[in-house]
């Protein structure tokens, strides 16, 4: 394949930059140096902020302020230099200050805080450090030292409702489950619309999918893995005018998280414990309850029978579903220093979560272990060295789609159907035997890397980052022996074991020169490989001898797959940079890639870039009273086929008599390529007096060529399964809106508010002929030219034929499928509001909604069938019908209102899904100085806080936002027996020593 000599070569190009770097010798090392040394305050409220960095501008050499708000940079030869002093969320303030021969110069800063952050150094999209103000496109950060004590417990957590143009899908309210996150709507119909995760410049595993077997559709996300703790803070780009550099794969975007690092001073440590407790909102999805016209019926039903003995559960005004929920505890423990001197610097820290889910047999654990280290070896060269290991164990119930699931079996039981072994009426599986099903996950995780900055002379610089992600997962599903499972009376073990393997090496070398006056200028071009592995093995196991058997090889008959994958991608960058005046600054740039996915005659794909950005508030005409920056971009970046998509592919089989032999798989494409996404965004980032007030706006336009759809070839090809082929195209056009405001701020008193919103416009504008593709449950999914990508069509009830004297009436239906709407919301927003009390007392709320989708209440269809017949409303329609004594008036009506819902037709049961939510409410008392004394600590911290605190909606489901499926990539917007999110309480001491 031609990827194969474009990595020779890029192996000789990476090596020659390191070699010529290395052996540059910088002169002058023995001069007489000096020392600069200061503090770093709030220039309000007049208290240090830690960890702030300050830098000599055009230098590798800097610090990070101590928790005493103090610096040190030493070593620094004689001369006069510009100091800067930044940190996120407050202006930058820059210093002239000489240094002369073997002294220490004595600068302190006074930083304030802004809404409007363009001196922001950024890294993620840009390849090297960069002002936020050179940049064309827009960039998000979210710093988690802004969010204080909110109890989030996952990297989706903390930017649901932060990020204009991000949006966490949270798919249901078990311990564990994941999310899926979408930048921008959905790019593609066969690809993953998640986007790239790096941690501290690694490509890491963000798998979503389902193991060899089903628990019925929740899944946990690798996302969640890192302890927010450990966060730093994250960047995200958002669409392929900024992600160009990342090249294939990136077109849904791009998040980097940073993690925490140490600074210079006496080790410090920070203790944390949180206690608390989880609670499902209580059931009231209109099933069935115990009333006494019931028991009085089974009483009926069954004349022998002491109904309250032997049907304890059957209290009057119960219900199977609120009969499973409890009020399950929480806790987590972590502790970490951070410390460091001159030369090396450390943050270490541990955490241990253990969360017991509302319902039975769900139980989520994770204990995480992080080590970061950075030395300054020489002024020129430092070194990063970033460790982090995690241990999850998670236990879930079977759920959903799954007739061994609890909430399903709960849902559909039938109270009047109440007998021996089902004391509920359940339709599938006791809920006591459903109970004892174990589905387990284990995972092992590390993620590590090394980073070496070398500034051989002037201002060339090197970064040669290389790190690895390995996750190690086992999934286990055990049907124990006899204990109630007809499907398996003798018991049944799957063992499901995932290594998922990712390489990164990523070079960049940039120069940056003072051109004149006037002008500036920096070029800058790299390498990044990409290697991943996977493997998959499975064993099943059917029928025990036994009981306390629980392997697969104790089973009377076994089975077993494996699986093996191995995908490279390489690609080359460039950049130039043209500033002018430092109030324009012109970006282009461009990136090769090759990758192994890519058919045999493709070759390589290319992306380029171009972006402008002009601080307008810098000309003299501009009112004093505001800064203002203009930007555009233009970009391009990809998403790849599958490892095997363009191969020719044989399906081994065991043919008659057991003869092995193989069937055709993949017909192959030598010509397939990626998906390649083209996107124009512009905007303006504005500050208002004093950049207390600052608004961003955004405007995007991509379009996604080449989309890969599946498409069917000839048979007489001689294979008959479908092809990957890029022939479609996807649309995506809207708007990102941010409004940030700190109208109070005084030494005692502050006042945030942050407000966003975002549309996206979302349409498959060409499928290159092919059929229509089908998701989800019901027939009711589909992929359709001219639509939204995740939509629902059906044939609409327009009409009731009715029948007075009997009957239910019928249906009268639409000619043809209309559309009932997209599950993707068009419109995003989000409210917060951060407010400081007396210095000491804060408070914080967040609140997000949603609208113009809809959800697809399969729950509701499937409870008003009446082979199960559970939804109340749906059971009094019937009864009604079926009295004799309705006048022809009467009858007409319940017809035309039962035919309406009607749970043949699939349509009746699409709902307007807008919804309204308040996030997150926290109250934090930073103890006085005074108690704290007792404590023994220099600060200490309690909160209480609440998650997912209400929700208004006309979606008669318990929540708009939960689906069947879990994180797959296209079906979306499915209520099917699905546990709405929980409600969070807890409460957090922090100390510091």
Same mark, same amino acid.
């Given at each position: ?6 990595? /020779? ?21 023995? @001069? ?61 303030? /820059? ?46 950060? %979210?710093?988690?030292?802004? !969010? ?97 550099? #990342? ?23 920070? !203790? ?12 009231? +999805?209109? @099933?069935?309850?115990? /009333?006494? *016209?019931?028991?009085?019926? =089974? ?25 499973? %929920? ?31 889910? *509302? ?23 430092? =070194? ?79 970064? =040669? ?19 109630? $499972? ?32 006037? $002008? ?17 093995? /499975? ?53 090769? &890639? ?102 961003? $706006? ?61 549309? %996206? ?100 269809? $499937? ?22 004594? =309705? ?24 709902? &307007? ?11 934090? +008392? ?7 004394? #007792? ?59």
């Amino acid at each position: 394949m031609r990827t194969k000599g474009f990595l /020779t070569k890029t192996t000789v190009f990476l090596l020659s930059m390191l070699c010529l770097a290395i052996f540059i010798v910088p002169k002058g090392l023995a @001069q007489v140096r000096g020392e600069i040394r200061g503090s770093v305050i709030d220039a309000v409220k007049e208290e240090p902020i830690p960890y702030a960095q300050v830098l000599i501008v055009g230098t590798t050499k800097g610090s990070i302020t101590d928790y005493n708000g103090r610096y040190v940079i030493s070593k620094v030869p004689p001369g006069t230099y510009s100091l800067q002093a930044r940190f996120i969320g407050f202006r930058s303030q /820059t210093k002239e200050v000489e240094v002369p021969v073997d002294a220490t110069v004595t600068v302190d800063f006074g930083l304030s805080v802004t809404a409007i952050t363009m001196d922001e150094i950024v890294v993620t999209g840009t390849a090297v450090e960069t002002e936020r103000r050179a940049l064309g496109n827009t960039i998000s950060t %979210v710093s988690v030292r802004e !969010l204080g004590d909110v109890p989030v417990s996952s990297l989706s957590e903390i930017l649901q409702g932060r990020t204009p143009g991000l949006v966490s899908l949270p798919s249901s309210g078990q311990a564990g489950s994941g999310a899926s996150l979408r930048v921008r709507g959905m790019t593609s119909v066969s690809m993953s619309n998640e986007p790239v995760i790096y941690i501290d410049g690694v490509r890491v595993d963000n798998y979503q999918g389902e193991t060899f077997f089903t628990t019925g559709g929740q899944r946990p996300s690798r996302i969640n893995d890192i302890s927010p703790s450990d966060i730093d803070r994250v960047e995200v780009i958002k669409g392929a005018s900024a992600t160009t550099l #990342y090249g294939t794969e990136a077109s849904s975007g791009v998040i980097q998280i940073f993690t925490k690092q140490g600074t210079r001073g006496a080790p410090r440590f920070i !203790l944390q414990h949180q206690r608390g407790w989880i609670r499902l909102p209580e059931f009231d +999805y209109g @099933q069935l309850k115990v /009333t006494q *016209s019931l028991l009085d019926s =089974l009483g009926r039903k069954y004349p022998n029978v002491n109904i309250a003995q032997e049907y304890p559960n059957l209290k009057v005004g119960s219900d199977p579903a609120n009969s499973l %929920v409890r009020t399950a505890p929480y806790e987590a423990w972590e502790g970490s220093i951070r410390g460091g001197s001159d030369i090396t610097t450390y943050y270490v820290s541990g955490r241990y979560e253990n969360e017991l889910g *509302s319902l039975p047999s769900n139980h989520y654990r994770r204990v995480n272990f992080r080590a970061n280290l950075d030395a300054s070896v020489t002024e020129r060269l430092k =070194l990063e060295a970033r460790t982090g290991y995690v241990n999850n164990y998670l236990r879930r119930p079977n759920n959903d789609n799954n007739i061994f699931g609890l909430m399903g079996n709960a849902y559909l039981a039938n109270l009047y159907n109440a007998r021996p072994g089902r004391p509920w009426g359940e339709a599938f599986t006791a809920l006591d035997v459903s109970e004892k099903l174990k589905s387990e996950q284990m995972v092992h995780r590390f993620t590590g890397s090394f980073t070496m900055h070398y500034r051989p002379i002037g201002t060339w610089t090197h970064r =040669l980052t290389g790190g690895i992600d390995v996750v190690n997962e086992e999934d286990t599903q055990l049907f124990p022996w006899r204990v109630g $499972f007809p499907m398996y009376p003798d018991g049944r073990k799957y063992n499901h074991r995932r290594t998922n393997t990712r390489i990164t090496l990523d070079y960049v070398s940039a120069y940056t020169q003072k051109l004149s006056e006037q $002008f500036s200028g920096q070029i800058l071009g790299g390498f990044q490989g990409f290697f991943d592995t996977e493997y998959t093995a /499975t064993a099943r196991g059917d029928d025990f001898p036994a009981p306390g058997l629980e392997t697969v090889s104790a089973a009377a008959s076994t089975d077993g797959w494996e699986y093996r994958q191995k995908v490279v991608n390489a690609g080359y960058f460039f950049q130039g940079q043209l500033g002018w005046k430092e109030r324009a600054y012109l970006t282009a740039g461009m990136r090769a &890639d090759g990758n192994s996915a890519f058919g045999e005659e493709f070759g390589l794909e290319y992306y380029p870039k171009v972006g402008l950005s002009y601080i307008i508030s810098e000309e003299n005409f501009w009112p004093t009273w505001n800064n203002m920056k203009l930007r555009v971009a233009y970009g391009t970046a990809g998403k790849q086929p599958g490892a095997f998509d363009a191969e020719r592919t044989w399906s081994p089989i065991a043919a008659l008599a057991g003869i092995p032999a193989v069937t055709p798989g993949n017909l192959g494409q030598e010509n397939l390529k990626p998906e390649k996404s083209h996107e124009m965004e512009f905007g303006f980032d504005v500050g208002f007096f004093d950049d207390r007030y600052g608004f961003e $706006f955004t405007y995007f336009d991509q379009t996604t060529k080449d989309a890969l759809l599946m498409r069917r070839y000839p048979p007489s090809q001689g294979f008959l399964s479908l092809q990957l082929d890029n022939v479609g195209e996807v649309k995506n056009k809207g708007f990102e809106v941010l409004f940030r405001a700190i109208p109070i701020r005084t030494h005692d008193f502050e006042t945030v508010f942050n407000l966003s919103f975002s549309k %996206v416009d979302n349409e498959v504008t060409d499928m290159g002929g092919t059929a229509d593709l089908p998701f989800g449950l019901g027939s009711i999914g589909k992929v359709k030219e001219g639509y939204p990508i995740s939509s629902f069509f059906g044939q609409k009830v327009i009409g009731v034929t009715t029948d007075e004297a009997a009957g239910f009436g019928s249906a009268q239906l639409s000619d043809d499928e209309e559309f009932l709407g997209q599950t993707m919301p068009e419109f995003w927003g989000s409210f917060s509001v951060n407010l400081t009390l007396y210095r000491n007392l804060r408070v914080y709320a967040l609140a997000d909604w949603a609208t113009g989708h809809v959800v697809y209440n399969n729950t509701q269809r $499937f409870m008003s069938y009446p082979s199960y017949n559970t939804y109340l409303p749906m059971r009094e329609l019937r009864e009604k019908l079926a009295d004799p004594n =309705l006048t022809g008036a009467e009858r007409v009506k319940l017809q035309e209102e039962y035919q309406y819902k009607n749970p043949s037709y699939a349509s009746n049961y699409v709902e &307007d899904a807008d919804w309204f939510k308040i996030r997150e409410i926290a109250i934090s +008392y930073r103890i006085p100085r005074a108690w704290r004394q #007792y404590l023994g600590g220099r600060t200490a911290n309690l909160t209480f806080a609440v998650r997912n605190v209400a929700i208004f909606t006309k979606y008669s489901g318990l929540d708009p936002e939960v689906n069947f499926d879990g994180q797959q990539n296209l079906s979306m917007g499915q209520d099917f027996l699905t546990v709405p999110q929980a409600r969070r309480f807890i409460l957090t001491f922090g100390m510091e020593l």
